[in-house]
C-alpha cells in the first residue's frame, strides 16, 4: 500500500515557478514508478512527467519539455517536480501518481494507475 500527499500547488504570475513535492508513505515506495499528472477544468486528466523507480530515466509530455523538471529522493520517499516558465495553460490541478510498470505511467493509461494522491492546485495568471 503507499500513500501521497501532494503539496507546493498556489497562485503564481505567468513565467514564475513552483515545486510540488509528493510525499509518500509504505516501505515499498522506492520499488514504484513516480508521475505527476494534471487535470484542468473540463479536461481529461492528463500525463505530464515520470521517472523510474531504480534507473531515473524520465519522461516529460511534450507540453512541458525543457520546462518541468521531475526528481525523487528515495530517502526521503519524496518526488518532486520543478516547474518553470508556467503559463496560463499550465494551470490544472496536479496529482502525483504511482504505479509498477514503467508503459503504464509513461502512456498515461489514468484508468489503470496503482495510486494517487488528492491532488494540489497550480494556478498561473496571465
Known amino acids: 500500500q503507499v500513500q501521497l500527499v501532494e503539496s507546493g500547488g498556489g497562485l503564481v504570475q505567468a513565467g514564475g515557478s513552483l515545486r510540488l513535492s509528493c510525499a509518500a508513505s509504505g516501505r515499498t515506495f522506492s520499488t514504484y514508478h513516480m508521475g505527476w499528472f494534471r487535470q484542468a477544468p473540463g479536461k481529461e486528466r492528463e500525463f505530464v512527467a515520470a521517472i523510474h523507480w531504480s534507473v531515473g530515466t524520465t519522461y516529460y509530455a511534450d507540453s512541458v519539455k525543457g520546462r518541468f523538471t521531475i526528481s525523487r529522493d528515495n530517502a526521503k520517499n519524496t518526488v518532486y517536480l520543478q516547474m518553470n516558465s508556467l503559463k496560463p495553460d499550465d494551470t490544472a490541478v496536479y496529482y502525483c501518481?504511482?504505479?509498477?510498470?514503467?508503459?503504464?505511467?509513461?502512456?498515461?493509461?489514468?484508468?489503470?494507475?496503482?495510486?494517487w494522491g488528492k491532488g494540489t492546485l497550480v494556478t498561473v495568471s496571465s
Open positions: 501518481a504511482a504505479d509498477k510498470l514503467w508503459t503504464t505511467m509513461t502512456r498515461g493509461n489514468v484508468g489503470v494507475i496503482d495510486y
